[in-house]
């Protein structure tokens, strides 16, 4: 199917450019590839705190589509050096102000200085603002090459002349979609597992009984749900939401995306909460936290893939088009947990 089918909150058009000496590579068309039909599931097994478990077997696991029972056609356990995983590194400077973003980038420096030549992952850095994505070229293992490469780029007040109300916050939607469009296309052309670490408060939700949406809105929505989540799971991506305001973050905006990370399975229950970042976060498979120290949280996401395990199974058929199925995987060992991707939309 087509890579994303986008949505547009309001009623404008835009480009993002390039510029600056971050800068992207030439931007992947958006062609239909033919993709395998398994379901490939990466899945770490966690205790309540803790680092992954390795060391399980295939006979531990239980997958459930739509709550029914699926065989395992293939089980692998990955991790470390054995299966390294691609990591980008995205600093959000659309959607927080000057001061945190400064902030944000100190902290990501100096966690990158603190691995020194030796990241577990190989990584690369992209930084998003209001005027483009702007992605360092290649990537390196080279933390404090990485840490000199994001401390030459010279951060810019962001630009959006309504900054405020619902028209700002419906512009900082528009343009963090559309850089999360592009960024996922661009990783999902490297081979196996990717993960997208996007240091950011997240986006506006823009949902409440306030926001009255059509329904061909709310097909448009739907539908771009449905292409970025496939996109991210065809092409192996696990997407993970990093807030540093820690202690200093609302409550409400803190954890109001939870009303919209169950799955999206019609179109008339779509809303623009659906296409938030922590949303995506969790339907991926990753996680959304939430503190002051970003280094503690980089590593937290990071640990990962220090142990995880590659599961596929044969989707059941589907009745129609964008039919969603849930996912649960359960673990045959007392006090752990498997986390992964919440679901998928199935084709006939």
């Not at 081979?191 to 240091?199: A, D, F, H, Q, S």
């Not at 919209?260 to 296409?275: E, V």
């Amino acid at each position: 199917m087509a890579a994303i089918r986008r949505v547009f909150l309001c009623l404008l058009s835009f480009v993002l450019f390039s510029t600056g000496p971050l800068t992207m590579e030439a931007q992947q068309s958006n062609t239909t590839t033919p993709k395998e039909k398994k379901i490939t599931l990466d899945i770490a097994v966690t205790p309540d705190s803790g680092h992954p478990v390795a060391g399980l077997t295939q006979n531990d696991f239980k997958i459930l589509d739509n709550k029914t029972p699926q065989a395992i056609t293939s089980f692998a356990q990955l991790g470390g050096q054995s299966a390294p995983v691609q990591v980008l590194l995205v600093l959000d400077a659309i959607n927080a102000t000057f001061t945190t973003v400064s902030t944000e980038r100190d902290q990501i420096e100096h966690f990158l200085r603190s691995h020194g030549e030796h990241l577990s992952s190989p990584t690369s850095l992209a930084v998003v603002t209001d005027t483009g994505i702007f992605v360092q070229q290649g990537s390196s293992t080279d933390g404090k090459a990485l840490s000199a490469a994001l401390d030459q780029y010279t951060m810019r007040l962001r630009t959006l002349r309504r900054s405020t109300g619902f028209y700002g916050a419906s512009d900082r939607t528009n343009l963090s979609l559309h850089a999360l469009d592009q960024l996922a296309a661009q990783e999902g052309a490297k081979p196996g597992r990717k993960l997208i670490l996007w240091v950011s408060p997240g986006w506006p939700l823009l949902s409440g009984p306030a926001v009255m949406l059509t329904a061909r809105q709310q097909s448009q929505i739907f539908s771009s749900v449905v292409g970025l989540s496939t996109t991210l799971r065809e092409d192996r991506i696990t997407l993970y939401a990093l807030d540093a305001l820690g202690a200093t973050e609302s409550v409400f905006r803190s954890t109001y995306y939870q009303s919209f990370t169950q799955g999206l399975s019609k179109t008339y229950d779509a809303n623009i909460g659906n296409l938030g970042l922590q949303v995506f976060a969790v339907q991926s498979g990753g996680l959304v936290l939430n503190s002051n120290d970003l280094g503690t949280i980089l590593q937290r996401s990071l640990d990962d893939v220090t142990a995880y395990y590659e599961v596929t199974y044969d989707p059941p058929p589907a009745e129609h088009n964008d039919e969603y199925h849930a996912i649960q995987v359960h673990v045959d060992k007392p006090g752990l947990k498997a986390r992964t991707m919440k679901g998928y939309y199935s084709q006939q």
